[in-house]
Structure formats: C-alpha cells, structure tokens
C-alpha cells in the first residue's frame, strides 16, 4: 500500500499565500511515490481545489459537521466538502476534540456522514503526556478506536500523540511501532479483514530530518503533518522519504 503524506494547514493562509503554497506543492508532485493530500482551511478549498484540477493531488477538509444540512450556522457538511472537490476530511483532531469538546461519539457521527457523502474520514486519535506518563496510551487510544469510528469503517487513522504535536517531540520509534501496532490490531479485532488495509499514518512533528525514520517504521501508512506542510519544500522532502 503507497504511502499518504496529508498536510493540515490549519488555520493558516489567506488566497495569496495559500495559492502560491499548492502551485509549488503541485509542480513538486510528479514521479513521487506516495499519495499526497492538502487540506486547507475551508475558505481556501475553492480556490486551492482550482489549482490542483487534473493534478494527482488530492484535497481535503479538516472538519465536517455530522448533518447534510440545515440550521447550523458556521458550520461546513461532508456534502459540501465533495461538492468542492474534497476526497477526504480530518475528523476528531485533537485541536477539536480540546478546543470544541468533540467527543468520541461525535467524531464517529462525522466519519459517518463523510463516507455517507464519498469521503474518506482521517479519524484522529492520540494520549496526552500525562495519560502517557501514567502508562494509559494504549488504554486511551483503543477507547477512542472503539468510540469514534462506524461500523464498517473504511478510511485512515492518524495516531497523533498530543505531546508530539507542534512541540518538536516525537515518540521513540519503537513507541511508534508498539502504537501502530496496537492500533492494527483494534483494527483487525473489530472489522476483520477489513482492518488490514486500513492506513495509520503518524502525527506529530513530522519534518524533513526525521520523516524517514518515522515513515520506516512497521504499520507506518503515511504522516499527517501540520508545521511542515505550510512549506512546500519540507513538505515535499516529505513526501520524497515516504513510499
Ligand atoms: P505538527 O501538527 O506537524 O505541526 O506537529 C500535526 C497535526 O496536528 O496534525
């Protein structure tokens, strides 16, 4: 299975800076080995979505709200995420599930909905420090597995440890393997074969020197990756480590 190296702007770009961003990632992104995703702030999937027209970069949002439609203001729904151009949608990202109060049973009502519309949901999952320091990871990680994702589940998980994200810090790799595989083992518990082919990509202060050794370890499907994604070269050196 290739590869998938996704970027997670955030709430970063506004139309110039994110336009110039993707035409470098594009012009980046032939003969690579590994599948590529961007996924902008919702006010530059339009724009972005024009720019990667006819290009094997693929497009995605960072949230959707669980209804098709309706009295919900300020909100985005899967349907208009493909309506745009949106192949995928990061759902119960940790910044959500802190910021926003997103449950797990929230999250798994937004992968629902996303592959209800065509999309394929990045269901985030990942421990604290301090559930770390406290020897909970996996505990904390198989509870949100099993809260947050549908019956037939049919997309990604990024395991992104909360210590890890934005700081600099990164797991061991044998953290990461003993992680990845836990998870794929939840995965082939629960949807049997199935579970196999799932990607679980890792998360977490993904850049350029350390890429290849994260993207080398065992059940590693790819990386989501925030700082480094705003930058076209690291994110394509990136995408050049990854398989
Ligand atoms: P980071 O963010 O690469 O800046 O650590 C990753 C993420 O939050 O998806």
Redesign the pocket.
């Known amino acids: 299975m290739r590869q998938l190296i996704a970027g997670?702007w955030?709430m970063n770009g506004l139309t110039a800076g994110a336009e110039a961003l993707v035409r470098e990632v594009r012009a980046g992104a032939d003969g690579l080995a590994c599948d590529l995703l961007v996924c902008p702030p919702f006010t530059q999937i339009a724009p972005v979505a024009a720019i990667l027209a006819g290009s094997g970069v693929a497009l995605g949002g960072q949230d959707c709200h669980a209804a098709e439609g309706g009295a919900h203001t300020g909100d985005i729904s899967a349907p208009m995420l493909a309506d745009l151009g949106c192949a995928h949608v990061?759902l119960g990202?940790?910044?959500r599930r802190q910021n926003h109060g997103e449950t797990d049973a929230a999250v798994q009502a937004k992968a629902w909905a996303a592959a209800r519309a065509g999309l394929t949901p990045i269901v985030?999952v990942g421990e604290t420090e301090a559930e770390r320091e406290a020897g909970r990871e996996t505990a904390v990680v198989g509870g949100q597995l099993a809260g947050s994702l549908p019956e037939d589940f049919a997309g990604c998980i990024?395991y992104?440890p909360v210590w890890?994200?934005?700081?600099g810090k990164t797991p061991t790799e044998q953290d990461v393997a003993a992680m990845h595989g836990f998870i794929r083992r939840a995965l082939v518990e629960r949807f049997g074969q199935a579970g196999t082919g799932i990607r679980i990509l890792y998360?977490?202060?993904?850049?350029p020197d350390n890429a290849a050794r994260l993207l080398r370890v065992p059940e590693v499907g790819g990386a989501?990756?925030?700082?480094?994604?705003l930058k076209a070269a690291d994110f394509l050196a990136i995408a050049r480590a990854a398989g």
């Open positions: 997670n955030k990061i990202h940790s910044e985030c990024a992104e890890a994200i934005g700081t998360g977490g202060s993904v850049k989501l990756v925030g700082g480094a994604s």
